[in-house]
């Protein structure tokens, strides 16, 4: 794969390499199996506790090499979704590459398991690592890998697919991120138009991502129970390391979001229907100023972006200043949209080199300042496990991966006056909010919906869409879609977690809940909650969930005596930046 493909191009590794060669060829799928027989045969050999730790070192730096192999070659395909070279390289690792690694990574941590040894190693170091070895073990199922492989690959095609979408206004071609721009117009011909044609071109596409999500649906059902489970859900709490809630749990968080923040949802509705004029919220009405005031205008270029949140990085911590610093300096910023380059944002992080790498698509939205300290947040996370010498351990569960990246975008609230004038700012402020408090249900309405997919994987598309009507007259609050029916039944089929990333979106509603707990924290002593908020990134992924919340000020929970209190003060907060 041409490193022209890649923004930052060649990185060196954080620590010289001690067992994979230099110049290992990381497309020859016999020189890497070689390296797997020699862990196996050096497994073999180890005879003290020491050397058993040295061994986890030598497997932890081979997963790393190859991790961010695959990372790479991800990377590339998102920002050239158009370059079959790109395309080729990505699809090598998932199709041939992958398939190939799975059953070695499954023998050595089941021979790692199974060492007489393991059981001296210091209990509490070792603990998250043996649990979640012992899932990935419990899990594995060779018959399981093709069908793995076969979701990548649909995964692509769903990226690729969606990141060609463009429509034409008024005479240019603009691709539906570049269209929601529009969505901020005061004039509300130019939303609704606009709003037409990017719905308009989504349901031009119906018929293929209904067809991927039938396949999905099937593909995930059969590995579960090739896996020994009787649904997919099930399979997926227990593959994603979910020891600490389960199912019930969510349901009954889903049931909390309704009640606590859904009247909230439908005051701030109320009041935007009154400060527009309008008898009914429409679609098109749900991002723009409802005082009619031009569209806030954080930046230009995307150049202005990365500077300005340098600035407020500069503000807010040295630490956090000098590692989106290294971020600039290493070319590991990929923030304007353009045609060709998939959709959404991301940050992935390089194992090997030990460096995060941020992906957006910028147009010079406020939406766009809140994404880019958001991935910061989670290219802090990695640059705070830099020196962790264990792979494993240096990325945490998502659950507070998230609270990383969420804190952040509060965390950084106050210093936006770096983009707009104090008024403007206090606006964003209002915003940010606004948004935290609409994707509650949102998250509570994709949530529940996979939960329905999985627990029915027989249903038909008209059940399916039913299934999502009814969460959205559930969580949708007080829209008008008259006319526009088929576009809501099948809005979920522009959240690409649904595809991707099958149950991972819950996350953000349990992250987003020790997110304002560290924010509540900061408003009490700012000092001790960054200190707090930096101590438990540190940690990574080497203590359970529940430890790496208490570390960060806040505790584990999401019921609904810990949303209601923190919704409230959202509820004061809005009123202080009306």
């Not at 399981?144 to 979408?165: C, F, I, M």
């Not at 959404?344 to 030990?354: K, N, P, V």
């Amino acid at each position: 794969m041409a490193m022209s493909l890649l923004p930052f191009g060649s990185l060196p590794p954080h620590r010289p390499r001690e067992f994979v060669p230099a110049n290992l060829d990381l497309n020859d799928i016999t020189a890497i199996e070689a390296l797997f027989d020699q862990l196996e045969s050096r497994l073999s050999g180890v005879q003290t506790s020491a050397q058993l730790e040295e061994w986890l070192l030598a497997a932890s730096e081979l997963s790393a090499v190859l991790e961010e192999d695959g990372s790479r070659r991800y990377i590339a395909m998102t920002c050239h979704t158009d370059n079959p070279e790109a395309e080729k390289a990505y699809l090598q690792f998932v199709e041939t590459i992958e398939p190939r690694l799975k059953p070695r990574q499954f023998r050595l941590a089941k021979l790692y398991l199974e060492h007489p040894l393991r059981h001296q190693l210091p209990v509490e170091r070792y603990r998250v690592h043996d649990r979640d070895a012992g899932v990935r073990v419990e899990l594995f199922r060779d018959e399981n890998v093709a069908l793995e492989t076969e979701e990548a690959r649909l995964g692509n095609e769903y990226q690729k697919l969606t990141g060609a979408l463009t429509v034409q206004y008024r005479g240019e071609e603009k691709t539906l991120t570049q269209m929601g721009r529009l969505q901020e117009q005061i004039d509300r011909g130019v939303r609704e138009e606009a709003w037409r044609l990017v719905s308009g071109r989504r349901l031009q596409e119906v018929s293929n991502l209904d067809r991927l999500m039938d396949d999905l649906v099937g593909l995930r059902d059969k590995i579960a129970r090739n896996a020994g489970f009787s649904n997919y859900r099930d399979f997926a709490f227990r593959s994603r390391g979910r020891f600490d809630y389960g199912p019930g749990d969510c349901e009954r968080f889903h049931d909390s979001i309704e009640a606590e923040v859904m009247p909230l949802v439908r005051q701030l509705q109320a009041s935007r229907r009154q400060q527009l004029g309008v008898d009914t919220l429409r679609p098109w009405d749900l991002s723009v100023d409802p005082l009619n005031r031009p569209p806030l205008v954080p930046f230009k270029e995307s150049s202005e972006l990365e500077s300005g949140t340098q600035t407020i990085f500069d503000r807010l911590d040295p630490v956090l200043a000098d590692g989106f610093r290294t971020l600039s300096r290493w070319r590991l910023l990929d923030l304007a949209n353009r045609k060709g380059k998939a959709p959404g944002g991301y940050q992935s992080t390089l194992s090997e080199a030990r460096l995060p790498f941020i992906f957006m698509n910028a147009v010079g939205l406020q939406r766009d300042v809140e994404t880019l300290l958001h991935e910061a947040g989670h290219a802090f996370h990695a640059l705070a496990t830099r020196e962790e010498p264990l792979l494993a351990y240096r990325s945490a569960p998502i659950e507070f991966c998230e609270v990383a990246s969420m804190a952040m975008e509060l965390l950084a609230a106050p210093h936006l006056e770096v983009f707009y004038s104090p008024e403007d700012a206090r606006r964003a402020r209002r915003v940010h909010l606004e948004g935290i408090v609409g994707v509650f249900p949102w998250i509570a309405t994709v949530d529940a919906f996979q939960h329905w997919l999985y627990l029915n994987p027989q249903h038909t598309r008209d059940e399916r869409r039913a299934a999502w009507v009814r969460l959205m007259d559930r969580f949708g609050g007080d829209v008008d879609w008259t006319g526009f029916e088929e576009a809501r039944a099948n809005l979920w089929h522009k959240q690409l977690h649904i595809f991707l990333y099958p149950f991972y979106y819950v996350e953000y509603g349990i992250a987003q809940m020790g997110a304002l707990q560290v924010w509540a924290n900061s408003a009490s002593n700012s000092v001790q909650a960054m200190s707090d908020y930096q101590a438990a990134l540190a940690l990574g992924g080497s203590r359970p969930l529940p430890e790496l919340f208490g570390r960060a000020g806040c505790p584990f929970d999401f019921s609904r005596a810990t949303l209601g209190p923190l919704i409230e003060r959202i509820r004061q907060e809005l009123d202080r930046n009306a």
